[in-house]
């Protein structure tokens, strides 16, 4: 400490000699004794004392803030101040003092921490999120083998599969709670494969259809974080509205011309959850990067939509599945069919990015 401080101290201290009640031998009086003799590691234990008895004493809660800060132990010093102005707020060299001495220990903290100011001092975080995700897509892996089935024996050659991977892209708001925990509310949009099939024989003859859907949900979540050096781990859990849109599209053709068997676009509503774990990294000021991983369970009811047939008519129809275990779109109302739903249990996993303001 430079000798000019301590002149300003002592003066400080100085200002707050022993008052005429106070008697030679109380505990004020030695610890201001101690101090005035540069004593300060003698002094503590007498102005504790002091406090003690009277936590009200502003004098000695000066005192022993300044044998705190004189003796380099200023994380000591400053609650002792706080208490001296806690009764005393008037004492306005002994307010800039304190509050320029804990101005100093937050900048050296920070400048010690190796934790990234990205991931303490922002309040508000917007991520954008994008990767691969894996869905078992529900009841439309048991129409692939159906389709083979019926159509195979009726056109001579049929495939089918269902792919229930393909490109996941969201946006993540949300706001911190502390350093270690968040709310967010997330939105995820997903594009699938789906089912694809086709057939024909012989002659020129052919059928394909396809039954391609899209999720979008909309999820409230919570995230933990923990530190990790320099970078972070989260564990994430959510859960909320899940809307599915499937494109449906059967195709028949002879060499010379084609039919829309049926064509149309079918939505259903549910719901689900996730569970994901990441790793966070700061890459500036106000950024951050991230690798994720999260298992999903969701669901949707029944599909319905207007759907156009072969006769140009547009009906109220349904997703579902016939006698044969082939799946299409039905009119609502049609006898022997059974309702098919889509779900996303599987997995996501990708990268995302994080602006913190």
Avoid: C
């Avoid at 301590?6 to 030679?24: G, Q, R």
């Avoid at 979008?216 to 979540?221: G, M, N």
């Avoid at 106000?286 to 690798?291: K, R, V, Y």
Wanted: proline fraction near 5%; charged fraction near 15%; charge should be negative.
């Amino acid at each position: 400490m430079s000798a000019r401080k301590t002149a300003l101290v002592l003066l400080i201290a100085l200002a707050s000699p022993p008052l005429w009640a106070d008697t030679a031998d109380s505990d004020y009086v030695k610890g201001f004794g101690a101090y005035a003799h540069k004593d300060y590691m003698d002094s503590i234990p007498y102005l504790q004392a002091e406090v003690r008895a009277d936590p009200q004493n502003w004098k000695a809660w000066q005192i022993l803030g300044f044998d705190y800060y004189l003796s380099n132990q200023p994380m000591r010093a400053v609650p002792a101040f706080d208490q001296s102005l806690r009764w005393h707020p008037d004492n306005y060299q002994l307010r800039e003092l304190a509050e320029g001495l804990r101005a100093k220990m937050i900048w050296e903290a920070e400048r010690n921490d190796p934790y990234p100011r990205v991931f303490r001092d922002y309040g508000i975080w917007v991520k954008l999120h994008g990767g691969l995700i894996s869905a078992s897509l529900g009841g439309l892996p048991s129409s692939a083998p159906a389709f083979q089935s019926y159509f195979g024996a009726k056109y001579g050659y049929a495939s089918a599969t269902v792919d229930g991977t393909g490109p996941l892209a969201g946006l993540e708001v949300g706001f911190m709670l502390d350093t270690y925990d968040a709310w967010s509310m997330s939105f995820d949009g997903a594009a699938f494969n789906g089912f694809q099939a086709s057939a024909h024989d012989n002659f020129g003859n052919t059928l394909k259809g396809t039954i391609q859907p899209n999720m979008v949900s909309i999820q409230p979540a919570f995230t933990h974080y923990f530190k990790l050096g320099r970078t972070r781990l989260w564990a994430q859990a959510g859960g909320g509205f899940y809307e599915t849109i499937a494109e449906v599209n059967y195709v028949q053709a002879n060499p010379s011309s084609a039919v829309t068997l049926q064509s149309g676009e079918m939505v259903g509503i549910g719901f689900g959850g996730f569970l994901g774990l990441g790793w966070d990294v700061a890459v500036g000021d106000q950024l951050s990067a991230s690798l994720y991983v999260r298992g999903r369970w969701a669901t949707t009811g029944d599909m319905e939509g207007v759907v156009s047939y072969s006769n140009g008519a547009g009906q109220q129809s349904v997703l579902s599945s016939d006698s044969t275990g082939v799946i299409s779109a039905s009119p609502v109302g049609t006898t022997g069919i059974k309702p098919v739903n889509i779900d996303y249990t599987g997995a996501d996993a990708g990268l995302a990015i994080t602006y913190h303001y």
